[in-house]
């Protein structure tokens, strides 16, 4: 009855001399996969921001406009001067005004996709949300200040449906109106929304993925109101997903330095302020003393996030 | 007495009007108040539709549902009062045990200590006492599955449904669980409706059972009703696996010209001469608690359980069969 096959296969080369390594030593595998990208993770990732932070303790010596490599914390003391100040609430403002209009527009979005697309709607809302991510951010940036513009679609449309009034209103308020939409703040902050959406809308879809349908189905039967739905299961299981959008959008707003040059009133927002310092003013330890303001700004609204129980459905 | 749920002519398909998924098709249904109902049924069978029917997560295609009377076409879900138990309990997870059990007195505005307290009580009745600090990812599935219920009853549900509630649980657990779910029912005097697939749990534990087969109800009745007068095949091969006779073999055994079942615990086997039916011992099983022996008797194979203790025959034995003529039950169809 048996066939002559044996009960040992024989080794076949380096690949089966390899596995059987690896068999015998599965730490071994890890520290091979693990290695390049912790050598990536920990020299050149953490390794410059360590630079970037020893530059921030340094300071500019004003006569000769020479770094002066000595420990000192003036140049922090210079990030609270008034027209730095005014930076860096601009930037943080206009940071959690994005992450925020982002946030509304992702959720029905990813709300729908999680729950209803289907097969083909899917691809759909893939192809959709990353599309404009393929084309060049500065094209995108362009096309919105032509569109933002005063010559622009969106006056014209405005004119021909008779919306001027109110368009002229909005542009009118103090703090976010402007000459024309493409010079106000309100301009930038819709050229961010648009731009930083993916980010927020994929991580929320994720995390929206991953609440079942029982678990809503549960919340009505107890006899939830679907406003209290979403209050109490919805949003806290999203959390997650929507810390990880709003830390794309956040950080990365407060990191640009293209979309305030290009749109709005050309106040100097942290990335361009770092941009400039760096480039044309050759301060260095006051650029990297700027470069760390969204870094701790991120680390306190992660600790306020974790405080506030945004992590527990993890 | 009146009845918690009543279905009229309620129809559930699903997809295109044309060529529909009739899920649930044209079933009648009455559940007498503060019985344990029990819908027995194979997967897609329509039987965990109808729960949903109850609870308002799907609704009608066709015909009328009533839960105490009152229409409930127009009602959502939350103004039911009506609870589940889930079938993968549903618990949410960024809640510990007490806020769990406490949301349905929370969302309808019920204070914090009132509610707080109202969870501690359940905990205690289904017998979780200091566990209201934990998170459901905490517990084992048992555990689990007592909170869900804990969470169902506090809101004092005028029907509670329970959805395949101790699939998930082995087998020792679940016969535990039987006897709480049945003493507690007895004890609150609340209906239960409960779903499943299997036949053994349904016929223990409910007063009466509805089976479903392809989105009918097969058969409506008590246990023993269904078990001893199974109306129709498919009710008595999937309802303790009997014995469906063919017209022309039930009249080989006795009876008339019409489909019949005959349970394999009601055959004896005895010696081979001197009896009407014989035939050639062609399988052995070993149960553990008995044993069962298939018989060919003129071509048709029947299954007879024999006790433990009793001599089993030896595969190839010719051997002859016994048993009651009341026990021969003749049906009425096939479905």
């Given at each position: 009855?048996?066939?002559?096959?044996?009960?040992?296969?024989?080794?076949?080369?380096?690949?089966?001399?390899?596995?059987a390594?690896?068999?015998?030593?599965?730490?071994?595998?890890?520290?091979?996969?693990?290695?390049?990208?912790?050598?990536w993770?920990g020299?050149?990732y953490?390794?410059?921001?360590?630079?970037?932070?020893?530059?921030?303790?340094?300071?500019?010596d004003?006569?000769?406009?020479?770094?002066?490599?000595?420990?000192?914390?003036?140049?922090?003391?210079?990030?609270?001067?008034?027209?730095?100040?005014?930076?860096?609430?601009?930037?943080?403002?206009m940071?959690?005004?994005?992450?925020?209009?982002?946030?509304?527009?992702?959720f029905?979005?990813?709300?729908?996709?999680?729950?209803?697309?289907?097969?083909?709607?899917?691809?759909v809302?893939?192809?959709g949300?990353?599309?404009?991510l393929?084309?060049?951010?500065?094209?995108?940036?362009?096309?919105?200040?032509?569109?933002?513009?005063?010559?622009?679609?969106?006056?014209?449309?405005?004119?021909?449906?008779?919306?001027?009034?109110?368009?002229?209103?909005?542009l009118?308020?103090?703090?976010?109106?402007g000459?024309?939409?493409?010079?106000?703040p309100?301009?930038?902050?819709?050229?961010?929304?648009?731009?930083?959406?993916?980010?927020?809308?994929?991580?929320m879809q994720?995390?929206?993925?991953?609440?079942?349908?029982?678990?809503?189905?549960?919340?009505?039967?107890?006899?939830?109101?679907?406003?209290?739905?979403?209050?109490?299961?919805?949003?806290?299981?999203?959390?997650?997903g929507?810390?990880?959008?709003?830390?794309?959008?956040?950080?990365?707003?407060?990191?640009?330095?293209?979309?305030?040059?290009?749109v709005?009133?050309?106040?100097?927002?942290?990335?361009?302020?770092?941009?400039?310092?760096?480039?044309?003013?050759?301060?260095?330890?006051?650029?990297?003393?700027?470069?760390?303001?969204?870094?701790?700004i991120?680390?306190?609204?992660?600790?306020i996030?974790?405080?506030?129980?945004?992590?527990?459905?993890? | 007495?009146?009845?918690?749920?009543?279905f009229?002519?309620?129809?559930?398909?699903?997809?295109?009007?044309?060529?529909?998924v009739?899920?649930v098709?044209?079933?009648?249904?009455?559940?007498?108040?503060?019985?344990?109902?029990?819908?027995?049924?194979?997967?897609?069978?329509?039987?965990?539709?109808?729960?949903?029917?109850i609870?308002?997560?799907?609704?009608p295609?066709?015909?009328?549902?009533?839960?105490?009377?009152?229409?409930?076409?127009?009602?959502?879900?939350?103004?039911?009062?009506?609870?589940?138990?889930?079938?993968?309990?549903?618990?949410?997870?960024?809640?510990n045990?007490?806020?769990?059990?406490a949301?349905?007195?929370?969302v309808?505005?019920?204070?914090?200590?009132?509610?707080?307290?109202?969870?501690?009580?359940?905990?205690?009745?289904?017998?979780?006492?200091?566990?209201?600090?934990?998170?459901?990812?905490?517990?084992?599935?048992?555990?689990r599955?007592?909170?869900a219920?804990?969470?169902?009853?506090?809101n004092?549900?005028?029907?509670?449904?329970?959805?395949?509630?101790?699939?998930?649980?082995?087998?020792?657990?679940?016969?535990?669980?039987?006897?709480?779910?049945k003493a507690?029912?007895?004890?609150?005097g609340?209906?239960?409706?409960?779903?499943?697939?299997?036949?053994?749990?349904?016929?223990?534990?409910?007063?009466?059972?509805?089976?479903?087969n392809?989105?009918?109800?097969?058969?409506?009745?008590?246990?023993?009703?269904?078990?001893?007068?199974?109306?129709?095949?498919?009710?008595?091969?999937?309802?303790?696996?009997?014995?469906?006779?063919?017209?022309?073999?039930?009249?080989?055994?006795?009876g008339?010209a019409?489909?019949?079942?005959l349970?394999?615990?009601m055959?004896?086997?005895?010696?081979?001469?001197?009896?009407a039916?014989?035939?050639?011992?062609?399988?052995?099983?070993y149960?553990?608690?008995g044993?069962?022996?298939?018989?060919?008797?003129?071509?048709?194979?029947v299954?007879?359980?024999l006790?433990?203790?009793q001599?089993?025959?030896?595969a190839?034995?010719?051997?002859?069969?016994?048993?009651?003529?009341?026990?021969?039950?003749?049906?009425?169809?096939?479905?």
């Amino acid at each position: 009855m048996t066939t002559q096959t044996p009960a040992i296969l024989p080794e076949r080369g380096l690949a089966d001399r390899l596995t059987a390594l690896f068999w015998r030593h599965p730490r071994l595998l890890l520290a091979v996969l693990l290695t390049p990208p912790l050598l990536w993770l920990g020299v050149v990732y953490l390794g410059s921001l360590a630079a970037l932070l020893l530059q921030s303790f340094y300071s500019i010596d004003e006569f000769s406009g020479l770094v002066k490599q000595e420990f000192t914390l003036k140049t922090y003391a210079e990030l609270f001067r008034a027209q730095n100040l005014d930076i860096i609430i601009r930037t943080l403002v206009m940071s959690a005004a994005v992450t925020i209009g982002c946030a509304v527009i992702a959720f029905p979005i990813a709300y729908y996709a999680a729950r209803f697309a289907k097969g083909k709607w899917k691809a759909v809302f893939y192809l959709g949300v990353m599309l404009p991510l393929w084309s060049s951010y500065l094209v995108k940036v362009y096309a919105w200040k032509l569109i933002l513009a005063k010559e622009g679609i969106i006056t014209w449309a405005a004119e021909g449906a008779g919306l001027s009034m109110v368009l002229n209103a909005i542009l009118s308020i103090p703090g976010i109106g402007g000459n024309s939409l493409s010079t106000s703040p309100l301009g930038t902050f819709l050229v961010f929304v648009y731009v930083w959406l993916p980010y927020m809308i994929l991580p929320m879809q994720a995390a929206l993925e991953r609440v079942p349908a029982s678990m809503l189905e549960a919340s009505a039967d107890l006899g939830a109101s679907r406003a209290q739905t979403f209050r109490t299961v919805i949003l806290p299981l999203a959390m997650p997903g929507v810390i990880a959008g709003s830390i794309f959008t956040f950080s990365l707003t407060m990191g640009d330095y293209i979309i305030p040059q290009i749109v709005g009133t050309s106040a100097r927002f942290i990335g361009l302020a770092v941009y400039q310092l760096q480039g044309t003013a050759g301060n260095i330890p006051l650029a990297a003393a700027f470069a760390v303001v969204p870094i701790v700004i991120m680390v306190i609204y992660l600790m306020i996030a974790k405080r506030k129980g945004a992590f527990d459905a993890l | 007495m009146t009845a918690a749920v009543e279905f009229q002519n309620v129809s559930r398909h699903f997809g295109p009007a044309n060529a529909p998924v009739k899920a649930v098709d044209g079933v009648d249904l009455t559940i007498a108040e503060g019985s344990f109902f029990a819908m027995l049924g194979p997967s897609g069978s329509g039987k965990t539709t109808c729960l949903r029917l109850i609870s308002g997560f799907e609704k009608p295609t066709g015909g009328v549902i009533r839960i105490f009377g009152q229409d409930v076409s127009d009602i959502p879900p939350n103004r039911r009062n009506v609870n589940t138990v889930f079938q993968d309990y549903a618990l949410f997870p960024h809640m510990n045990v007490r806020d769990n059990v406490a949301y349905g007195p929370m969302v309808k505005g019920v204070d914090r200590r009132t509610r707080e307290a109202q969870a501690e009580e359940m905990l205690a009745l289904v017998k979780l006492e200091g566990y209201g600090d934990r998170k459901p990812g905490q517990l084992s599935g048992g555990q689990r599955q007592r909170v869900a219920l804990a969470r169902a009853l506090v809101n004092e549900p005028k029907v509670l449904l329970l959805d395949e509630p101790l699939g998930a649980l082995d087998l020792k657990l679940r016969e535990a669980m039987q006897d709480e779910l049945k003493a507690l029912q007895a004890r609150l005097g609340i209906t239960f409706v409960f779903v499943t697939h299997d036949q053994g749990e349904a016929l223990s534990m409910a007063d009466s059972l509805a089976v479903f087969n392809e989105g009918k109800i097969a058969q409506i009745g008590t246990p023993k009703e269904i078990y001893s007068h199974p109306r129709t095949r498919f009710v008595a091969d999937f309802v303790g696996s009997s014995n469906v006779l063919a017209p022309e073999v039930t009249r080989a055994f006795g009876g008339p010209a019409k489909w019949a079942s005959l349970r394999p615990e009601m055959l004896r086997v005895t010696a081979a001469d001197g009896v009407a039916l014989s035939g050639v011992v062609t399988g052995l099983r070993y149960l553990g608690a008995g044993s069962r022996v298939t018989v060919a008797v003129n071509g048709t194979e029947v299954a007879a359980q024999l006790p433990a203790g009793q001599a089993v025959p030896e595969a190839g034995a010719v051997v002859g069969l016994a048993f009651d003529p009341s026990a021969l039950h003749v049906m009425e169809g096939e479905r």
